[in-house]
């Protein structure tokens, strides 16, 4: 599987299920990490990026010398294909956004009459029973582009002031099921749709702190990730993606040695406090001739103070610290910045493209705030890729791990906050 276990000692839940561990033969993997490797020393890197100690970790260790002068064995020296694009290759938005018309936003009323003559609760919602005879082939259109094309689209035109909430989760999630049906869990708990929004609560300083820039990375376990824009920020919060294939290619033009270092699976993933404590795999994969990307910066390195690393268990290396940053650096070099609009459905394959949120600020007086409600999509009718045997296992814990116990499935269609405070509640723990 090109992966292993790690246990130090942890005695939270279990980060896989019972059936998992038998399907996958997990526990043939478990190792226990000598004491040298938790205790040797590791790079100084956090979750906020400093350009600095990138620059002169990179001169370091170029410095040093006997790095690889080629990429590994059997990758390619260049990609090319409708993946590999940079900012100057969009000239219009027109290029990556449909704009639903009046005749779409008919036929979707229509599909929301007919799937609420069901009597099913919003989450029931899928292609059958959400039929869109015209629109409907043009999404599909638009889940081609997603995955076979340059990896990212917007859908543009609904109003979420237009509905009710419980018919505008149905419309959302209804257009979704044509990209893809299945939506994973996306933490412990198992909710379903994750509210990306500030918790209101200005005592903590969690406020100040969520609203900066966060890092390039890719939400780890989802072939699609979708975001639908219920509300804007007053300033900033601009969503920015690049491809992982144009970062690919740079990289093994200039410094081929940084490619073994991300497609070595020895990256200490964090699974903040269940057990096993963590796990390692790759970032990168060479696999069925494409290219696949999946980390999360903070389980990788925590991100105080809302998820702090689990003490005792491995950090980076100095070669893995600066293969991390020199993906986010290159990132900015090519990202694009859509603009961002109220009722936006943005899609993104997350197995070729990274994204990053820069710094913003709500509107405190008139309540006007940046929120976007997550969903984990995967498309099982043949779109997504085939995936190597570490991903396998970590898409199967979140889109077929229907025997979990210990994880439920919820659908949170507003925020869940606190009855007294009205501060949002982060219910379900850290995401996956």
């Given at each position: 599987?090109m992966?292993?276990?790690?246990?130090?000692g942890s005695?939270?839940?279990?980060?896989?299920s019972?059936?998992?561990?038998?399907r996958?033969n997990?526990?043939a993997y478990?190792?226990?990490?000598?004491?040298?490797?938790?205790?040797?020393?590791f790079?100084d890197?956090s979750y906020t990026?400093d350009?600095?100690?990138?620059?002169d970790?990179?001169?370091a260790?170029?410095?040093?010398?006997?790095l690889?002068t080629?990429?590994?064995?059997?990758?390619?020296?260049k990609?090319?294909?409708?993946?590999?694009?940079?900012?100057?290759?969009?000239?219009?938005?027109?290029?990556y956004v449909?704009h639903?018309?009046?005749?779409?936003k008919m036929?979707?009323?229509?599909?929301?009459a007919?799937f609420?003559?069901?009597g099913?609760?919003?989450?029931k919602?899928?292609?059958?029973?959400?039929?869109?005879?015209n629109?409907?082939?043009?999404l599909?259109s638009?889940?081609?582009?997603?995955y076979?094309?340059?990896?990212?689209?917007?859908i543009?035109g609904?109003?979420p002031?237009?509905?009710?909430?419980t018919?505008?989760s149905?419309?959302?999630?209804?257009?979704?099921?044509?990209i893809?049906?299945?939506?994973g869990?996306q933490?412990?708990?198992?909710s379903?749709?994750i509210?990306?929004i500030k918790?209101?609560?200005e005592t903590t300083?969690f406020?100040?702190?969520?609203?900066?820039?966060?890092?390039?990375?890719?939400?780890c376990?989802?072939d699609?990730l979708c975001?639908?824009?219920?509300?804007?920020?007053?300033s900033?919060g601009?969503?920015?993606?690049?491809?992982a294939?144009?970062?690919?290619?740079?990289?093994?033009?200039?410094r081929?040695?940084?490619?073994h270092?991300?497609?070595?699976p020895d990256?200490p993933?964090?699974?903040?406090?269940?057990?096993p404590?963590?796990?390692k795999?790759?970032?990168?994969?060479?696999?069925?001739?494409?290219l696949?990307?999946?980390f999360?910066?903070?389980?990788?390195?925590?991100?105080?103070?809302?998820s702090?690393?689990?003490?005792g268990?491995?950090g980076?290396t100095?070669?893995q610290?600066e293969?991390?940053d020199?993906?986010?650096f290159?990132?900015k070099?090519h990202?694009?910045?859509?603009?961002m609009v109220?009722?936006d459905l943005r899609?993104?394959?997350?197995?070729a493209l990274?994204?990053r949120?820069?710094?913003?600020e709500n509107?405190?007086?008139s309540?006007?705030?940046r929120?976007?409600?997550?969903?984990w999509l995967?498309?099982?009718?043949?779109?997504c890729?085939s995936?190597?045997?570490?991903?396998?296992?970590a898409?199967?814990?979140?889109?077929?791990?229907e025997?979990?116990r210990?994880?439920?499935?919820?659908?949170?269609l507003?925020?869940v906050?606190?009855?007294v405070?009205g501060?949002?509640?982060?219910v379900?723990?850290?995401?996956?």
């Amino acid at each position: 599987m090109m992966m292993s276990i790690g246990n130090v000692g942890s005695s939270g839940p279990s980060y896989y299920s019972q059936g998992l561990r038998a399907r996958f033969n997990i526990d043939a993997y478990r190792v226990q990490q000598a004491k040298a490797e938790v205790n040797k020393p590791f790079a100084d890197i956090s979750y906020t990026v400093d350009e600095k100690k990138y620059r002169d970790r990179a001169a370091a260790r170029v410095r040093a010398g006997g790095l690889p002068t080629s990429v590994p064995a059997g990758w390619p020296t260049k990609l090319q294909g409708p993946l590999v694009w940079t900012v100057d290759d969009f000239e219009k938005e027109e290029e990556y956004v449909y704009h639903l018309t009046p005749a779409d936003k008919m036929e979707v009323l229509e599909a929301l009459a007919i799937f609420k003559s069901y009597g099913l609760d919003s989450q029931k919602v899928s292609k059958d029973l959400f039929p869109l005879p015209n629109l409907g082939p043009i999404l599909s259109s638009i889940r081609d582009d997603i995955y076979f094309g340059k990896g990212f689209s917007i859908i543009r035109g609904l109003n979420p002031d237009d509905y009710a909430i419980t018919d505008l989760s149905t419309i959302y999630l209804g257009i979704t099921s044509y990209i893809g049906q299945q939506r994973g869990k996306q933490d412990q708990r198992g909710s379903m749709l994750i509210h990306v929004i500030k918790r209101g609560d200005e005592t903590t300083g969690f406020d100040d702190q969520y609203g900066e820039d966060k890092p390039f990375h890719t939400d780890c376990v989802t072939d699609t990730l979708c975001l639908f824009t219920q509300g804007l920020a007053a300033s900033g919060g601009q969503s920015c993606i690049a491809s992982a294939y144009t970062i690919y290619n740079e990289i093994a033009r200039t410094r081929p040695d940084l490619i073994h270092t991300l497609a070595a699976p020895d990256w200490p993933f964090d699974t903040l406090g269940r057990d096993p404590a963590y796990y390692k795999r790759a970032l990168m994969y060479w696999h069925d001739g494409r290219l696949i990307t999946s980390f999360s910066r903070r389980l990788l390195v925590g991100s105080e103070p809302f998820s702090p690393r689990t003490p005792g268990i491995p950090g980076l290396t100095e070669a893995q610290a600066e293969a991390l940053d020199a993906v986010h650096f290159i990132a900015k070099q090519h990202e694009i910045k859509p603009r961002m609009v109220r009722g936006d459905l943005r899609f993104i394959n997350n197995m070729a493209l990274l994204h990053r949120r820069e710094a913003f600020e709500n509107d405190k007086t008139s309540g006007e705030a940046r929120h976007l409600v997550r969903m984990w999509l995967h498309n099982d009718e043949g779109a997504c890729w085939s995936l190597p045997a570490p991903l396998r296992l970590a898409w199967a814990r979140v889109f077929e791990d229907e025997g979990n116990r210990e994880r439920g499935e919820h659908w949170d269609l507003k925020p869940v906050r606190d009855p007294v405070t009205g501060h949002i509640l982060r219910v379900g723990g850290s995401c996956d």
